[in-house]
């Protein structure tokens, strides 16, 4: 958790990072990595530091983000398997929202393996589907903490630091499911157009 002062430069990072992802994923893939890795090192590195020490708190996610990103940036078919899982685990806690209540930690780690090796199989689509949900889902949180949404204020304050949605069932907007999704398609069908193209090589 990072400290208030802190938190709209961090949300700024998010949707510049998230808008990144969404539409230039593939072809900056390794760029992207390194922006995700950055993120979860962060929260690794500031959830082992005290909350009530600012410049520990800061320095810790800071040296957590670099190894992180470090960490994705070297390890690129991990990189690839991550966002197969993480996307797996992403679609269910999203389905069981709708339903009520908490997924399964069985099923989750079921359709994040399933995920993984389609990753694997499937490395360009799944890379662009992948970044561009992914991306989009980012653009959203980070553009609701900047814009001050109660919801995400309240994940900030949370005391679980891996709570970096905040989107509960009892506080998500019902419009912010559909907006994930057309973004993400958007960004999907840009990739796939456009800017994921694969390069031809030259003779």
Do not use: H
Request: hydrophobic share 60%.
């Amino acid at each position: 958790m990072l400290p208030p002062s802190y938190q709209l430069p961090a949300a700024i990072v998010l949707v510049l990072g998230g808008l990144l992802a969404c539409f230039l994923g593939y072809r900056l893939f390794r760029i992207v990595l390194a922006i995700y890795g950055f993120i979860l090192g962060a929260l690794f590195g500031s959830s082992l530091a005290a909350a009530t020490n600012t410049a520990m708190l800061v320095a810790a996610a800071v040296v957590g983000g670099i190894v992180g990103a470090i960490v994705l940036l070297f390890a690129y078919f991990v990189g690839v398997a991550l966002i197969g899982a993480g996307l797996g685990a992403l679609v269910v806690n999203l389905v069981w929202t709708q339903v009520g209540g908490d997924p399964s930690p069985l099923v989750v780690i079921l359709v994040a393996v399933l995920g993984a090796i389609s990753a694997l199989a499937f490395q360009r689509y799944v890379i662009i589907i992948g970044t561009s949900f992914g991306g989009a889902w980012t653009t959203i949180v980070g553009a609701l903490a900047a814009m001050g949404d109660r919801s995400a204020r309240a994940a900030a304050r949370a005391g679980d630091v891996w709570v970096v949605s905040p989107f509960a069932p009892d506080a998500s907007p019902q419009w912010i499911l559909g907006v994930w999704l057309a973004l993400g398609a958007i960004g999907t069908i840009a990739q796939l157009g456009f800017t994921g193209k694969e390069k031809k090589k030259k003779r």
